[in-house]
């Protein structure tokens, strides 16, 4: 099982850079990516709640849950 991370997607929806999601989110560049890049462990309520403000989307706009264990 994993959670797939759809940041980039609703960023280019919003036609946002990486850059301005940051700053509007008060998250570093570097924090950002790993999220963004899936290799993130965990995430706080209070920054997914930034992001989402910031993107104007809904938690499931941009994670995902995928069960491996089908085909």
Avoid: W
């Amino acid at each position: 099982m994993s959670i797939i991370v759809h940041i980039d997607v609703m960023l280019a929806k919003r036609k946002m850079s990486v850059t301005e999601l940051s700053e509007k989110v008060g998250i570093t560049m570097a924090n950002l990516s790993i999220l963004k890049n899936g290799k993130a462990k965990a995430i706080r309520f209070s920054t997914l709640e930034a992001i989402c403000e910031a993107l104007d989307c809904q938690p499931g706009d941009i994670l995902e849950y995928r069960n491996e264990d089908r085909t």
